[in-house]
């Protein structure tokens, strides 16, 4: 079995080294050559030192700023991402050019007719308003359905069609009704495309995309892999521990479920399969991990800066709120796979495959710093989260000087700033897109006709109201980057729970948790299927084992609904005891899932510990008391079997 271990941990290294490159091609789209690629190559570096500039040095005008942020990601994805299967795969075509156009020509616009256009937007708009506006708006739409499919651009043009419509529509989806040339005008406005998912984009996730690139440039995520091998690597089920940390780090950084796949899983996954993991399985834990590591502060899948905007509340609070939340999925995690482990007899890695912790530390632990100086920088000196990602990236840049082999030079970071812009081009495309939807709802009212429609047929009943929040927000977030699907399950949900007496921060944050799960749900699982594509898994397959694995995950945002304490809503000893009995009832949630305690249970045994794992993560000593009894109980129970055993 050593033996075979270690070929398959050699032969996943070389696969490793075949996948950035791989990484690097998906991320740029076309291999385009000549003075084109030249051209892509400025762009992209112009994209990312005018947002420095912006955001450090001297602040522009909104309308300018994020116009521009929408331009220049326009531009970077007709030139890189090809607009149909048979497009040509080294060059632009015409059509490319003419979006390219379109993206560019409605900006210049209204810079030359600003000091008017501000006054007749969405209100009195001229012939020519109306005409810049639909080609700003046809660009958008097609910037969404090249980085991430049909599904939000179907979404998109519905909800425009619904604009125009609504009037002919029955009941509580009735509006008056808008002419077109007013309502494609105010979705090129600050209350439309240009609207508070465009604010996060340009102000906030930029310079994480940004930092992640440096991240990667640096070789810090290969590190975050090895550094998790050694922490957890020896326990029982190892290969997927380390898929723990391995997620959690790598996903402060990156904010992408699917990204996160692809950067630990590539190896975590065959070294679960060599460890007697069953390949659907090895997927199924990397996609539950993986999937957690956007609800983990600081970066949180870049949900966390448009949330705090939303709010009107500082970023660290809704960072410092996540936290327990997140602490919860992982320990569940945690059991689920030591269980799962302890039942099918598996074993962690032996000292011999696993890296040396001291050598690492002492190799590239310097490569921790910058990720300490962005959560000091964020938590402690609560500086904005511009500004920290900027101190996050400069302190990466200077720990590299550290050693030759991770040394970032002035070639290296030029090509990094511009590398890190075309990653920002699929969030930029989606917050524009979604922004398409908020301007709908917010110019017919259609939010908060979702919220009465919500309370209507849940009767007013908070539990049945966060099932329905539930569907809503799953189905809304298939196929789309969790930033997006928040974006528009908040607008759409959050105002209904609101009502219902759910405090403003909970109601988000149980939005956005089931916006990062629906990278896990059937059908249209992401996550799911990137990890069942390196497990040569089923994807079916690898999506329902990873909804059973993370099924702790669908019951924990009702946790910090029906017990605020968990997002740190109450005082201390509320907290304390909310997390307490959170933790303890994930493991006997886990126990019950995988048939496993102290040993294999029984169909009445994990019945009981369901029981038990229910009335724990209620809030409430008397469910508290009565779940901590049932665990108990059965874990004497099997303490004794196996002591009769004996």
């Not at 521990?241 to 391995?246: C, F, H």
Request: with cysteine; proline share 4%; charged share 15%.
């Amino acid at each position: 079995m050593k033996e075979e271990l270690v070929v398959d941990i050699k032969e996943v290294e070389k696969k490793l080294e075949e996948m950035k490159i791989k990484d690097i091609e998906i991320s740029g789209g076309r291999q385009l050559k000549g003075f084109v690629s030249h051209a892509v190559f400025v762009v992209g570096l112009a994209m990312s030192l005018f947002h420095f500039y912006v955001l450090t040095i001297r602040a522009i005008d909104p309308w300018y700023f994020r116009t521009l942020h929408v331009v220049f990601a326009g531009v970077l994805v007709f030139a890189v991402v090809p607009g149909w299967k048979k497009a040509a795969p080294d060059r632009l075509n015409l059509l490319d050019y003419v979006f390219i156009f379109l993206i560019i020509a409605p900006a210049t616009y209204i810079f030359i007719t600003f000091d008017e256009w501000i006054y007749r937007v969405g209100v009195v708009p001229t012939g020519w308003d109306f005409f810049f506006s639909a080609l700003f708006v046809i660009a958008v739409i097609e910037m969404a359905r090249r980085t991430t499919g049909l599904p939000l651009t179907i979404i998109s043009v519905v909800f425009i069609l619904y604009g125009y419509f609504g009037n002919h529509m029955p009941g509580l989806f009735y509006h008056r009704g808008y002419s077109l040339d007013r309502m494609i005008t105010y979705l090129f406005s600050l209350d439309g495309i240009l609207s508070l998912p465009i604010l996060a984009s340009a102000h906030y996730i930029f310079l994480f995309v940004i930092f992640g690139a440096f991240v990667e440039a640096s070789g810090a995520g290969r590190f975050f892999v090895d550094f998790a091998r050694c922490i957890a690597g020896r326990f029982r089920g190892g290969p997927a521990k380390v898929s723990i940390l391995s997620s959690a780090l790598i996903g402060t950084a990156s904010g992408s479920s699917v990204a996160n796949v692809v950067v630990d899983g590539i190896f975590n996954i065959p070294l679960m399969k060599a460890s007697g993991f069953r390949p659907q399985t090895a997927g199924a834990i990397e996609a539950m991990n993986s999937t957690g590591g956007q609800i983990v502060p600081p970066v949180m899948g870049a949900g966390a800066f448009l949330m705090a905007e939303i709010l009107g509340v500082p970023y660290s609070k809704v960072a410092l709120a996540a936290i327990i939340p997140a602490v919860l999925y992982y320990f569940a995690a945690y059991f689920m796979i030591d269980f799962y482990s302890a039942s099918s007899g598996l074993k962690g890695l032996s000292r011999e495959d696993l890296p040396n912790f001291k050598k690492i530390m002492a190799e590239k632990g310097y490569l921790l710093i910058p990720i300490l100086v962005l959560l000091f920088s964020l938590m402690v000196l609560m500086l904005s989260p511009y500004r920290s990602a900027l101190y996050g990236i400069i302190s990466l840049i200077i720990v590299s000087w550290f050693r030759k082999s991770t040394r970032m030079g002035f070639k290296s970071i030029i090509k990094t700033l511009s590398k890190g812009a075309r990653g920002s081009i699929e969030i930029a495309a989606t917050c524009a897109a979604a922004g398409i939807i908020v301007g709908v709802m917010t110019q017919t009212g259609l939010g908060m006709k979702f919220a009465m429609i919500i309370i209507n047929y849940s009767g007013g009943n908070l539990l049945l109201a966060l099932i329905f929040t539930m569907l809503i927000a799953i189905v809304l977030g298939m196929g789309m980057p969790t930033t997006a699907a928040y974006a528009i399950s908040a607008s759409v949900l959050a105002p209904a729970l609101i009502q219902l007496k759910v405090p403003a921060l909970a109601a988000h944050m149980f939005i956005f948790y089931f916006a990062c799960l629906s990278a896990l749900t059937p059908p249209v699982a992401l996550a799911s299927f990137a990890a069942a594509a390196i497990a040569n898994a089923k994807t079916w397959d690898v999506g329902w084992e990873g909804m059973r694995f993370a099924i702790a995950g669908f019951i924990i945002p009702y946790m910090f609904v029906f017990g605020p304490a968990i997002v740190l809503v109450g005082t201390g000893s509320e907290i304390a005891l909310a997390a307490a009995t959170g933790i303890i009832g994930s493991l006997a949630l886990a126990a019950a899932v995988q048939g496993w305690l102290v040993t294999k249970t029984s169909v009445l045994e994990r019945f009981i510990l369901l029981v038990a794992a229910l009335s724990l993560i209620k809030p409430g000593w008397i469910t508290d008391l009565i779940g901590l009894c049932l665990l108990a109980l059965i874990s004497l129970w099997q303490f004794s079997k196996i002591k009769k055993a004996s």
